[in-house]
């Protein structure tokens, strides 16, 4: 079995909190790393005699060679959890991005132009793309992602996507909910009858979560409901598109369910706000959206405020928000929504393991999965100073290094 000791780490963000610091961060720190979870975790002066303690061989014979990484001084972080993203699709739609740079308003029917395109692709071609976003994604520092369903829209296009989503993480959504094809432009009955039903039963063996986008030109409050009640029946939990584009019904019915997570929160009314606060359901903020559709930043810090739990992710899609970059969303997050670098770390990590409704990523513990990432920086606070910057050095996951 490996074991690695990252040593010399001057700031090590844990995520185990402490009183005033839910980053709970540690100063002159190290990490033992044996096999694909942390051993310990404490200050850099006691770690040898942890590191020859845990790396012993469980045979009784010589202890396993550490490996030791000196961190020079710099921070170390949590592997980012993405919570929300759409990595497999076809085609491309820059030309609607340099529409919209020119002034034509975002709207949601453009996901039926990402619907033809994947439709027309074939298993490999979208394996192969989806397999150059999670090395974009590990490269950027991402080592736990969320992936959606939502460009087939058919029984058949649905139960593939979500097949080759399993292949690359166990955190799949079904979204055959995303909007009514144009082939059921007349009959939305109809649509969402086949999505509560033979397009559920097929995508449901590979998916964990169910979604629905509730939203003026998506999906009714009461369409929402009968989905997400169908995908509850049968097993999955539950996570709401919401409250994007105007103030509506998926706060209210995403915390009556109780999702996991209602993502977007962009208009959100004082009843959405304290709804939140008193549940167990994550807000989780896109503003790669915001970023890419010149619409209004969600207010981040009213949320934090009154006490809800915020994550942040990419909402990586070839449509409103083409970037898998958390860093992005972590400067974003500082510079846009009023939310301190600690808090937008956080959220980067834990909270959107909490989305997840994870507790084995997104914090540096023992015990927890040995996801760790090396910046090229003293501290957490340069991913918001130095925005553009590819600060990420060395990436783990489950302990085994993915870039260097």
């Known amino acids: 079995m490996s074991a690695v000791l990252i040593t010399n780490i001057g700031e090590l963000t844990t995520n185990v909190g402490a009183e005033g610091d839910p980053c709970g961060t540690m100063t002159d720190a190290a990490v033992l790393v044996v096999g694909d979870r942390i051993a310990w975790v404490g200050p850099a002066a006691e770690a040898p005699d942890a590191s020859a303690r845990?790396?012993?061989?469980?045979?009784?014979?010589?202890?396993?060679?550490?490996?030791?990484?000196d961190a020079g001084g710099r921070a170390v972080i949590p592997g980012f959890v993405d919570s929300?993203?759409?990595?497999?699709f076809g085609g491309d739609r820059a030309e609607e991005f340099a529409a919209r740079m020119a002034g034509?308003?975002?709207?949601?029917?453009?996901?039926?132009?990402t619907v033809a395109a994947t439709r027309a692709a074939t298993d490999d071609e979208l394996r192969h793309r989806l397999s150059g976003f999670v090395d974009e994604l590990h490269a950027q520092g991402t080592t736990?992602?969320?992936?959606?369903?939502?460009?087939?829209?058919?029984?058949?296009?649905e139960e593939r996507l979500a097949r080759l989503a399993a292949e690359v993480t166990p955190e799949v959504t079904f979204l055959g909910a995303h909007v009514v094809p144009v082939e059921y432009a007349d009959r939305r009955d109809d649509y969402v009858d086949?999505?509560?039903?033979?397009?559920?039963?097929?995508?449901?063996?590979?998916?964990?979560?169910?979604?629905?986008?509730?939203e003026t030109g998506a999906f009714t409050p009461a369409e929402t409901e009968r989905i997400l009640a169908a995908g509850a029946a049968r097993g999955l939990g539950i996570r709401v598109h919401g409250n994007q584009l105007g103030q509506g019904d998926g706060v209210r019915i995403a915390v009556a369910l109780g999702a996991a997570s209602v993502d977007h929160c962009t208009y959100l009314s004082d009843d959405d706000v304290a709804s939140l606060a008193a549940s167990d359901t994550v807000a989780t903020l896109l503003p790669g959206v915001e970023f890419s559709t010149r619409q209004p930043y969600p207010d981040a810090r009213r949320l934090i405020d009154a006490g809800?739990?915020?994550?942040?992710?990419?909402?990586?899609?070839?449509?409103?928000?083409?970037?898998?970059?958390?860093?992005?969303?972590?400067?974003?997050?500082?510079r846009e929504m009023g939310m301190t670098p600690a808090e937008a770390v956080w959220a980067a990590t834990a909270g959107g393991a909490r989305a997840l409704r994870r507790d084995d990523v997104g914090v540096i513990a023992p015990g927890a999965r040995a996801d760790l990432v090396l910046l090229n920086a003293l501290t957490r606070v340069h991913l918001a100073y130095r925005p553009g910057v590819?600060?990420?050095?060395?990436?783990?996951?489950?302990?085994a290094e993915l870039t260097r």
């Open 54 to 69: 845990f790396a012993r061989s469980t045979t009784g014979g010589e202890p396993h060679a550490v490996e030791v990484v």
């Open 144 to 157: 736990t992602f969320e992936v959606k369903t939502g460009y087939g829209l058919t029984v058949a296009d």
């Open 104 to 113: 034509q308003s975002y709207a949601a029917g453009g996901i039926r132009t």
């Open 390 to 399: 590819p600060l990420v050095e060395r990436v783990w996951r489950g302990g």
């Open 84 to 88: 929300h993203t759409h990595l497999v």
């Open 308 to 334: 809800v739990t915020v994550a942040l992710a990419s909402d990586c899609n070839p449509g409103s928000s083409f970037t898998s970059s958390m860093p992005l969303m972590i400067a974003l997050a500082v």
């Open 194 to 214: 086949l999505v509560a039903g033979p397009m559920l039963d097929a995508v449901a063996p590979h998916s964990r979560w169910i979604d629905v986008f509730c």
